[in-house]
């Protein structure tokens, strides 16, 4: 769900997602000044829906965690590497809603928020899909689909 609703608080406000992508590509030297960073806002929205709604359809669970924990450390990756820059624009990573005043401290509390969601996927992954008790370590995994 949170990963939804970041891309949709995103497709709300793409300009601010703009201007943060745009800074971090641009220091990376991975982006020349002037180009246009919309359609990777647009694919990085289409990507967040997408993944979010893997993770609640409980299809492959354990593949969708995977893939979500990778997403969240390239973020975090991300959002570290922007906390430490201090000429860059708060993340935006939750559209126009903002953490902090300041925007490496808005950076650093999105630092913490991608923490609390990997260790929340880590915790999910003994649990069944549709299931509250926890699989014992020598139990078989579930069964594929």
Same mark, same amino acid.
């Given at each position: 769900?949170?990963?939804?609703?970041?891309?949709?608080?995103?497709?709300?406000?793409?300009?601010?997602?703009?201007? @943060?992508?745009?800074?971090?590509?641009?220091?990376?030297?991975?982006?020349?000044?002037? %180009?246009?960073?919309?359609?990777? %806002? %647009?694919?990085?929205?289409?990507?967040?829906?997408?993944?979010?709604?893997?993770?609640? @359809?409980?299809?492959? +669970? !354990?593949?969708?965690?995977?893939?979500?924990?990778?997403?969240?450390?390239a973020f975090t990756g991300y959002l570290v590497a922007m906390s430490f820059d201090p000429a860059a624009p708060p993340c935006a990573c939750t559209g126009g809603i903002v953490l902090a005043q300041h925007a490496q401290a808005s950076n650093f509390f999105? %630092?913490?928020?991608?923490?609390?969601?990997?260790?929340?996927?880590?915790?999910?992954?003994?649990?069944?899909?549709? @299931?509250?008790?926890?699989?014992?370590?020598?139990?078989? +995994? +579930?069964? !594929?689909?």
């Open positions: 769900m949170v990963l939804i609703a970041a891309a949709l608080a995103k497709a709300k406000r793409p300009a601010l997602v703009q201007l @943060s992508l745009g800074h971090a590509l641009g220091r990376a030297g991975l982006l020349d000044t002037g %180009v246009r960073t919309y359609p990777l %806002v %647009v694919l990085l929205i289409a990507l967040e829906i997408l993944l979010g709604v893997w993770l609640i @359809s409980g299809w492959r +669970p !354990r593949r969708a965690r995977r893939i979500a924990a990778g997403t969240l450390l999105g %630092v913490g928020r991608n923490l609390v969601l990997l260790a929340s996927l880590i915790l999910a992954a003994p649990f069944e899909t549709g @299931s509250l008790t926890p699989r014992s370590a020598g139990s078989p +995994p +579930p069964e !594929r689909v």
